[in-house]
């Protein structure tokens, strides 16, 4: 079992007039390797949840393990979950800062205590793993790349953490659709080079059933359904 959540509670501004119920006792388990496509309309929980899923929101009540270890511990360091789970946020191209591509993606594996040289084999395979020429791009500034290839910046930056679990939240929003199959091409072939676990959020239907082997749907911080697609 690679990702366990249980009775799985959150309320944003608990205790507040105001407060609101966002993940209602939320319970289920993800396969090692399972390709997950999360499916909600706006407002259903699937950022919140993503949230928790990378320890940026601490539950309400319940608990998640990734492969038995568990992330919602609240004197966990984020760096320990980093290396397990990985996310690529909605308008990834946001998180780029650093001067060039190397750089950028160098930073997660940076903060892990690894020496030079595994480093820089981390941001040559994930570079290679999202398509990018390493010498092509390398001392690029990720400011001047295509939507795109901005993305595969993001993502590579994510895999050079080796996560066993992938989180992608909407990566092909506001793409063409050309842009939007070469992502999705990409992380399709992420998941068959590689022994990862990928959640992937969505509004469409169709295009997760082209790519994902489970199908989560929430409604109103609920898990309405969990299954295959077809079903
Ligand atoms: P979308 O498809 O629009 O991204 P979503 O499924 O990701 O929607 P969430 O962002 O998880 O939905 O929101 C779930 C619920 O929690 C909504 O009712 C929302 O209004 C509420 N919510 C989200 N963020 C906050 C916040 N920071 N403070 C208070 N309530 C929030
Ligand atoms: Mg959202």
Redesign the pocket.
Known sequence: MSVIVKNLTYI??EGMPFA?K?LDDISFEIKDNDFVGLI?H???????LIQHLNGLLKPSSGQILVNGFDITDKDLNLTEIRKRVGIVFQYPEYQLFEETVEKDIAFGPGNLGLDEAEISDRVKKSMEAVGLDYETYKDKSPFDLSGGQKRRVAIAGVIAMNPEVLILDEPTAGLDPGGRDEIFNLIKKLHRDNNITIILSS?SMDDMAKLAQTIIV?NH?KIEFMGTPRE
């Open positions: 944003y501004d609101s966002a909600g706006t407002g259903s929980g699937k950022s919140t509004h929430m911080g």
